[in-house]
């Protein structure tokens, strides 16, 4: 089974603060991307990648980065915390474009002060 | 703009009975449909997907129905289980897209 590892599950961090959200896939999946999920928003998407170096903004990129380095990992970068980044954060990967499964980590609680 | 509705916030469902989770989607260009379960403080996980080439999927006790003329997706569980107690969200994408655009999710309770 494809497995997607979100290294923190829950986080604490100040306002202000620079924050780094680590995601690892283990089936050299092409696509890579980051979710963040509010109450009644559903999935918004902050950022996608289909290959190393390369990335596209989604939906709501504002006050995010991201790197991808290698195949198999996706970071999420918050340069300055704010409150309003206080959010469930959903790294997931699928094979290629189009029609595929999106499979997803188990999720990052993030809570800014 | 929202291309993905799931106008049903919640639903509470019998052990038992049959579950029924709807979605709507405007744009015409989707060509394929997922269904995702989540429980809290966990990753969405896949339950089941379909192709616009086709109008019902089925898995064990999921079955996905879509009517493209009503540009309508549901999900249907039989029979319901109290481990089934999660918010469902339907997702779609159009093929050579990347762009899988989600609902805002109904969370279904299974009452034993």
């Known amino acids: 089974d494809v497995k997607v590892t979100q ?5 604490v961090k100040r306002t202000g603060e620079k924050v780094f959200l680590e995601c690892v896939q283990d089936m050299d999946h092409e696509n890579m991307f980051w979710y963040r999920q509010d109450p009644g928003l559903g999935l918004r998407l ?4 289909y290959d190393v170096k390369m990335k596209e903004k989604g939906d709501i990129p504002e006050g995010y980065s991201v790197s991808r380095e290698k195949k198999e990992r996706f970071s999420l970068i918050l340069e300055s915390a704010s409150t309003n980044q206080t959010s469930m954060y959903l790294c997931a990967s699928s094979f290629s474009l189009g029609a595929n499964v999106l499979t997803f980590g188990a999720g990052s609680r993030l809570t800014v002060l | 703009d929202q291309q993905v509705k799931q106008n049903s916030p919640s639903l509470s469902v019998q052990e038992g009975r049959i579950s029924i989770l709807n979605c709507d989607y405007t744009n015409s260009m989707f060509d394929y449909f997922l269904w995702y379960k989540k429980y809290p403080a966990e990753g969405p996980t896949f339950l089941i997907s379909i192709s616009s ?19 309508h997706l549901s999900l249907h569980i039989v029979p319901s289980q109290p481990g089934d107690s999660a918010v469902y969200f339907c997702a779609a994408i ?6 899988y655009i989600f609902g805002t999710g109904t969370r279904l309770k299974v009452l034993a």
């Open chain 2, 94 to 99: 159009h093929s050579g897209t990347y762009k």
């Open chain 1, 7 to 11: 290294s923190s599950r829950y986080l």
């Open chain 2, 53 to 71: 080439i086709k109008d019902k999927n089925e898995d064990g006790r999921f079955t996905v129905f879509l009517n493209k003329s009503a540009k």
């Open chain 1, 46 to 49: 902050i950022y996608f990648s």
